[in-house]
């Protein structure tokens, strides 16, 4: 657990209360990689020469958040990048889950092989409608176009929109 903290920046008192997807990661039991042979992991890793420590999904792994209220937020801030320059890219879906039915909220092609823009940490944003009420929002990675595997890690992170769910 102590390595846990020491990747995971503590919210300073103001932000106590704002949910943090590496503090929700962390909470459900998932490790650092290197913990055992996880499909879902935290890792900090560097692209475009901004290092930040990130919820790693590989290919065919998801990852449900602790129940939320739209009330609150209206609008989620992440960045997602792919660790390495290797292979087809990957799929990153992101949905809203409410009252048993999930909504796809967007869908991310992600291929820094192939091209350069993707070797940064590239900005999600995305606005939740107010009539949700409580809801979870499912991450999903899967392989690239021609289905291969390699390097298909997908790293979330913080976004830069203090103002919504995640931001920092």
Known sequence: ?????????????????????????????????????????????????????????????????????SATLRCVSLLAA???????????????????????TLQLDLDPAHVRAHRAWLPIRFGVPSDLGDFTIVFEVTAGTRGDQTGDWVGLSSGTDKSCLFGS
Do not use: C, H, W
């Open 1 to 69: 657990m102590a390595i846990l903290v020491a990747l995971i920046p503590l919210a300073s008192t103001a932000q106590e209360n704002v949910p943090s997807l590496l503090r929700m990661a962390a909470e459900q039991g998932i490790k650092q990689l290197g913990a055992g042979s996880e499909t879902m992991f935290l890792y900090r890793f560097t692209r475009a020469g901004q290092r930040r420590d990130a919820l790693v999904l590989t290919p065919a792994t998801k990852f449900e958040t602790t129940p939320l209220q």
């Open 82 to 104: 792919m660790p390495f320059n290797l292979g087809d890219g990957a799929t990153l879906s992101i949905s809203l889950k409410a009252s048993g039915q999930e909504r796809r």
